[in-house]
């Protein structure tokens, strides 16, 4: 092969290269430490801001209860930002997964509903996972 030749195909190999890294989407890195407020009866605004919030609703005829897990807690809600998000959410009854909703920065915030039956239910937990800030839980006992 000519070294013209070698040039065109080296060439060609870094266009393409360089075509595939700007289409390519830049994930930001995400913590994934589990959380816990220092004292438990007493969290601070910032681990209020990051804990989720546990609402029951009433049942309806068919046996489902409407959970409402809201991230924040004492009038303090997480934001969602480019930078600083809540990317997912998800609820358990007695440790066994119920459901999990994902979401995105800035167009959605830290909240999620999940219609469950409750019954013989002692225990539910929700997760939720801040991007910056790691994985906090709450608990609430029926």
């Known amino acids: 092969m000519k070294r013209r030749d070698v040039l065109k195909v080296a060439g060609i190999a870094v266009a393409a290269v360089a ?11 995400m913590n994934r430490m589990e959380m816990k407020p220092e004292n438990a009866e007493k969290p601070t605004g910032f681990e209020l801001k990051h804990l989720p919030q546990i609402t029951v609703k009433d049942k309806d005829a068919k046996g489902y209860t409407n959970v409402e897990i809201t991230i924040g807690q004492g009038g303090i809600i997480h934001p969602s930002t480019p930078d600083h998000w809540i990317d997912f959410i998800s609820l358990y009854a007695d440790d066994k997964l119920v459901g999990r909703s994902t979401l995105e920065a800035e167009i959605s915030r830290g909240v999620a509903v999940f219609a469950v039956k409750l019954d013989n239910v ?18 609430v006992t029926l």
């Open 122 to 139: 002692k225990t539910l937990t929700s997760k939720a996972g801040c991007n910056l800030h790691g994985i906090w839980t709450a608990s």
């Open 19 to 29: 075509v595939g890294a700007q289409a390519t989407e830049v994930t930001p890195a």
